[in-house]
C-alpha cells in the first residue's frame, strides 16, 4: 500500500514532509489479526483520497509556537475519522461505490461495513487518547455533531418541503465539522492563540460549506471521474440537495416535474436524467455553485489577520480548490 502524494494545493514544505508518513500510521492504527478486518478496514486508503484534514490539520500546526510529538498521531486520527464516517454514509445510503470502486458495504455486506467503521472510530480514538483530554473532548463533540447531521439527513430523506436553512444546518453537522475540527484541534495542538484558533475554525466552517455545496452541484450534473461514485446518489436515495431544494420551492412547471418524479422510490436511469436536466435547465445548480464560491472567499477572507506565508497560502488555495473542481 504506497503512501499518498501531498496535494497540489499545499505549499508547506513541512506539512508535505509530515504528511509523507501519514499512510504508514494510519496501517500501523488499524493493524488487524483477522485479515478480513484488514481488507475492509484499509479498502478505501488503498484507494487514496484527498487527504485534506489531516493536511488541515498540519497546516493548522504551523500558526502555534510549539511542534507537538504526536501531531502525525492527531492527523492519522482525523483521516481515520472521516473514512469511518464514509463507511456509516454509505450504508446509511445504501451506496455501490466509493472512491472509484465498490463500497465496503456493496463488496462484503452492511453489517460488516458497520463494523468495519466503528473499528476505524475505535482506533481513532485509540489515537486521539493519548493526547491531553482537552483533544478529545474537542473530537468528541464534534463526533456527536456529525452523528446528529448524518441522522437529521437520514430522518428527512424523500423530503421535499426541506428549507435550505435546515438543509444547511444538516451540512454543518454532517460535513463542515470535520473541516472545523482539523483547523481548530492542530491549532490547539500547536499552541497558537485564541484568536487563531477562531480564525483557522471559522475558516474550517466555511472551507467545509463550500465543499459540500460544490459537491451538491455536482451529484447532479457531476461524471463519475469526477465524484468516484454515480452521479445522483443522493436524489435515488432521497438526500435532496441544494440545487433540487431550490427548485422545489418554486411554483413552476419544472418544480412540479420534479416534485412528480421524485415520488417514484425506484427511478429509473431516464427518470433521473430527467431530474437532471431539468434541475440544471432551472439555473438552480449555478446558483448554487456561486453560493459555494461565496462561501469559498469567505473563508480566505477569515485569514486575512494571520501571518503571511506557505501556511495561509496553502489554506487560501485549498478554499479555490474547493469549488474549482467543479469545473
Not at 500510521?25 to 481488507?39: F, H, K
Not at 483521516?79 to 454514509?89: C, G, K, Q, V
Not at 451506496?95 to 468495519?116: K, M
Request: hydrophobic share 45%; net charge negative.
Amino acid at each position: 500500500m504506497g503512501g499518498v502524494p501531498a496535494p497540489d494545493w499545499l505549499a508547506s514544505d513541512s506539512a508535505r514532509e509530515a504528511l509523507a508518513g501519514l499512510d504508514r500510521r494510519m496501517r500501523e492504527a488499524v493493524a488487524a489479526s483477522d485479515p478480513a478486518l484488514w481488507a475492509m478496514a484499509t479498502a478505501l486508503q488503498r484507494r487514496g483520497g484527498k487527504r485534506i484534514r489531516p493536511a488541515l490539520l498540519l497546516v493548522a500546526a504551523e500558526f502555534g509556537a510549539d511542534r507537538p510529538a504526536h501531531l502525525l498521531d492527531a492527523a492519522a486520527a482525523l483521516e481515520l475519522l472521516h473514512l469511518a464516517s464514509l463507511y456509516h454514509d454509505d450504508v446509511m445510503d445504501r451506496a455501490v461505490t466509493r472512491r472509484h470502486g465498490p463500497s465496503v458495504n456493496a463488496e462484503w455486506g452492511e453489517p460488516a461495513a458497520v463494523v468495519a467503521g466503528t473499528f476505524l472510530l475505535a482506533r481513532a480514538i485509540a489515537l486521539l487518547a493519548a493526547l491531553d483530554d482537552r483533544y478529545g473532548r474537542e473530537a468528541a463533540a464534534a463526533m456527536v455533531a456529525l452523528c446528529t447531521g448524518q441522522l437529521r439527513e437520514t430522518e428527512n430523506a424523500f423530503h421535499t418541503g426541506l428549507t435550505e436553512t435546515e438543509h444547511l444546518d444538516i451540512v454543518a453537522g454532517k460535513t463542515a465539522t470535520l473541516f472545523e475540527l482539523p483547523c481548530r484541534l492542530g491549532a490547539l495542538l500547536a499552541g497558537a492563540p485564541a484568536g487563531t484558533v477562531a480564525a483557522l475554525a471559522g475558516y474550517g466552517h466555511d472551507l467545509g460549506v463550500a465543499f459540500q455545496l460544490t459537491d451538491d452541484a455536482l451529484d447532479v450534473q457531476g461524471s463519475y471521474a469526477a465524484l468516484g461514485k454515480r452521479p445522483l446518489t443522493d436524489v435515488r436515495e432521497g438526500i435532496y440537495t441544494m440545487s433540487v431544494l431550490r427548485l422545489l420551492a418554486r411554483d413552476t412547471p419544472g418544480s412540479a416535474r420534479v416534485r412528480e418524479l421524485l415520488e417514484v422510490r425506484d427511478p429509473t436511469p431516464a427518470e433521473l436524467a430527467e431530474v437532471a436536466e431539468v434541475v440544471v435547465a432551472s439555473g438552480t445548480v449555478d446558483d448554487v455553485l456561486a453560493e459555494a464560491r461565496e462561501r469559498a472567499g469567505r473563508a480566505a477572507r477569515r485569514l486575512e489577520p494571520l501571518p503571511p506565508g506557505p501556511a495561509r497560502d496553502s489554506l487560501v488555495r485549498l478554499a479555490d480548490y474547493a469549488v474549482t473542481r467543479a469545473g
